[in-house]
């Protein structure tokens, strides 16, 4: 990069001179030590501009270009940065010599710098009569932040060492909004990183307690199963022995001895209907059996209950779970085989449950009509996200793999263990 202090001292001073035009050597002295303030002052640019507002950098850069170049008019528009609108600045000296903002150089220079290039072109004067010598410069690669332009009336300006001062100032004013740039990208990182970090701190928050939320309602389900058997079926049970206790004093054909008949058989279904509410709450095979037990017991129900003929491979051997394990698991091949009946019009089912290295698998397939991606958006997507973050308590996963016409598979993996010997048990 061209530098203004490479230029031969005897001729950059002879042009200051010639640019101040003191009546005594003294006042020369100063203008001179004055001029050269000001052009080492252009490498300061950056720092000052820091922490300035776009304006203001705008009207900077202007009037440190009237003191250094010296030109008639100057033009500067300000784009692209930190997204901004853009912003002009223009000065011009009046009749007394002193610049001053002009608006009408702007409308009048801007159709002409769209493009600007490193040549110097003669143009219509914006603020009078004749024309100007102008020299514009981009700031930034192809203007991407703008441009500068100086408008000389002296034909023979303006000096090589003109254009080269007022490419320093570009590269300044492009250095600064690149860094500019740059700090506004480190802080949309920063802050989406922030936000990153707070979404999964929630995530995490709201998994912990869904986690506890799941863990009381099994509980509480597991709570009011008991109590069911225990007092309400008990009770009912009670109930049924002491209306066949007081039926057997009763003669055979009276009408009294067939109402306590039919009430006999009304309690003994409530007594069913106790039992089913009190399985379907909290199965008691998940305290008394363990999990292969337990899947075998859901899937022969399942099969009795809906016709579809299942198939079931257990090849874990005796697991032995925690509830906070085992009922999750339970829970999720109970919504998968929910879903194969309500959706699927499958006619058949396998379960598996097996060691995979150090997870466990289950895994839950039916030849169904399937279903595409896009299907995901109806309500059975929620019986698919229950299991997906049943599976995350556990620190597992879902997968879900569907091809129309040709079946479901819905496979399991929790961390568990390592691999055992495998039984297998036909349904």
């Known amino acids: 990069m061209e530098n203004p202090f490479f230029t031969p001292p005897d001729a950059l001073l002879a042009e200051m001179r010639s640019r101040t035009a003191a009546t005594d050597p003294s006042g020369d002295i100063r203008l001179l030590r004055g001029s050269l303030r000001e052009i080492i002052s252009l490498s300061a640019l950056t720092v000052v501009w820091r922490d300035r507002e776009l304006s203001r950098i705008a009207e900077d850069l202007v009037e440190s270009l009237l003191v250094t170049v010296r030109p008639d008019l100057m033009y500067v528009r300000l784009e692209g940065v930190t997204g901004e609108a853009p912003v002009e600045a223009t000065r011009a000296s009046d009749q007394a010599g002193v610049p001053r903002p002009r608006p009408e150089i702007a409308p009048a220079l801007a159709p002409l710098l769209i493009s600007p290039g490193a040549d110097v072109r003669e143009v219509p004067d914006p603020t009078g009569a004749g024309s100007v010598r102008l020299a514009a410069v981009p700031i930034g690669a192809a203007g991407n932040y703008g441009v500068l332009a100086a408008g000389f009336r002296r034909p023979d300006l303006p000096t090589e060492t003109d254009r080269l001062l007022l490419r320093i100032a570009a590269n300044q004013a492009a250095g600064t909004f690149e860094a500019l740039a740059n700090e506004r990208l480190r ?232 691999p055992d010997a495998s039984e297998r048990r036909p349904c």
């Open 187 to 418: 802080l949309e990182v920063a802050t989406r990183r922030q936000a990153e970090q707070q979404a999964a701190q929630l995530a995490s928050e709201l998994r912990a307690l869904a986690a506890h939320i799941t863990s009381a309602r099994e509980e509480e389900r597991r709570r009011i199963a008991l109590e069911l058997h225990d007092e309400l079926g008990q009770a009912l049970t009670a109930l049924k022995f002491d209306l066949g206790r007081l039926g057997r004093g009763l003669p055979r054909d009276t009408g009294t001895r067939r109402h306590l008949q039919g009430m006999l058989e009304r309690v003994a279904g409530t007594i069913r209907s106790v039992r089913r509410i009190g399985t379907q709450l909290h199965p008691p095979v998940l305290d008394t059996l363990g999990p292969s037990d337990a899947i075998d017991w859901q899937v022969k129900e399942f099969q009795a209950r809906t016709g579809i003929r299942c198939t079931v491979s257990l090849r874990a051997g005796a697991l032995e779970l925690p509830a906070d394990l085992a009922t999750p698991l339970f829970r999720i091949l109970q919504e998968a085989l929910t879903n194969v009946a309500k959706h699927a019009r499958a006619t058949r089912v396998t379960v598996s449950l097996r060691r995979d290295g150090s997870n466990l698998q289950l895994r839950i397939r039916d030849n169904g009509k399937g279903f595409r991606s896009s299907d995901r958006a109806n309500v059975r997507a929620l019986g698919i996200v229950g299991m997906r973050e049943r599976a995350i308590l556990l620190s597992g996963e879902v997968t879900i793999t569907s091809v129309r016409g040709r079946g479901t598979t819905v496979t399991v993996r929790i961390p568990y263990g390592r």
